[in-house]
């Protein structure tokens, strides 16, 4: 783009003759807003936070309220452990049984706040348990927050679990829209109820239902079962209150919020139920790595609503996760033109393009890599999959001591290992790309150890071709 302002036009050819030329359009300037953490500006300013601070309100980007979410639970994690193990230690070495009893009644706390992360695990089992009374299909069963630390498949449920306690999520949906309405009423009821029973068990085995404790001092397996009623019925409460709840996946609604909705407000329509079914069971599919049975999920989906754009978003990444870049960048281009307003969903379609055009390898694809990954960064820069993409365009254009701090970002605050151990090899290209291979080495071998089917890692062996590299 060039720039004319006007002024006196010259020619060689004739004599000075003084044109006016009315100024171009200037174009609107781009307001941006800047998180007040890590310093990072979009113009998507509705994704940002507002919090109090010292100075007045403070704007902080969606990547700073999730770490300071999780730090927030995993150092009430940390005080729950400590503070039991403190206590256990002192009432242990307490000789005298009366100073004994009081140091158990001072575990009251302590114990309470373990039993609330532990009661977290009936109440989403009996979700589960519910749905398959009901009929309804689980998809996933996701417990904590943070980084992923385990997950595997049981009968076709995907189990996850992460770093940091303190939230359970199940995920389910059903073809049968027969009593559609009641069945997911006591799909989400199920969990509440669970907490609401335990509770009430662990009154009666102190000993609160067939006759009144005697003021704190019954025995030491008393002082166990009344914090574990406290933490259950808090749960159950809590869990009722209608309010938007933040999980790993995103923002989502209580248990509560979803029954008032089922019991008080219109029933969507069953075209967009089985639209939500497929969406929801190819989506957890994808991210557990099954890109074959993601596929055919979101082409069945597509058989009925051909025009849906969710599924054909899940059949591009899908098409990606297994290799075929070619056939998911041309899906994600057809979606791009329908979606042309600047917003997360077009920054992670752009992303999505950027990574095929990058896996692609060829001189035309990188010039659009440039282009897709450079504009999804300024749309969300505190995406780590939006910076490892531009970091390992800025790599292969040549820069890799400009992308190397994004993919440091990027590594940070990778969930998933499959996605650490793209970071890994992309940081491991940009090392050899700087002449260290050593270093390089080692980030290739941690990538193998994250992840042996990591698409990046052939790219990495033919960097370090002339090195040596160990196979086993």
Known sequence: MCEESSGSVRSPAMPEVVVAVDPPPTAPEVVTTRCDKCGVRSPLSSLFTLVKAS????????????????????????FAVGMTLAFFTATVATSSPDERTYSWD???????????????VPHELAHALGARLMGIEVFQISLGYGRVIATWR???????????PGIGVVR???????GWQWRMIAFIAAGPLANAALCVAALWAAGELPHHW????????DLLWLPLALANGVLFVTSLIPRSVETPAGTAQSDGSQLRSLLFKPIASPELRRVAYFQSRGTILYAAGDADAATEIAT?????????????WLL???????????AGREIMLRLLEAQPAAGAPRAAMLNALAWADLMLDTPERLEEADRASAEAYALTPWEASVQSTRGLALVELGNAAAGMPLLRRALRDAERWEHRAVV???LAIAESRLGRTKVARGLWAKARRLDRKCELLPRVERELRPVTLATS
């Open 316 to 326: 591009a990444n899908a098409h990606q996760d297994a290799g075929e870049y070619a």
């Open 300 to 312: 069945q989906g597509l058989q009925e609503f051909p025009g849906d754009v969710s599924l054909q």
């Open 154 to 164: 049981v009968r076709g449920v995907v189990i996850e679990i992460r770093a940091i």
């Open 214 to 221: 005697d003021g704190g001092h019954g025995s030491e397996v």
């Open 172 to 178: 389910g949906a059903t073809l049968r829209m027969n």
């Open 55 to 78: 100075s007045g309100l403070s704007s902080i980007c969606p990547a700073c309220k999730r770490r300071a979410r999780n730090r927030f639970h995993l150092v009430l994690a940390l």
């Open 424 to 426: 890994t090899c992309s």
């Open 106 to 120: 001072g575990m009251w706390f302590p114990l309470f706040l373990l039993f609330q992360y532990v009661s977290i």
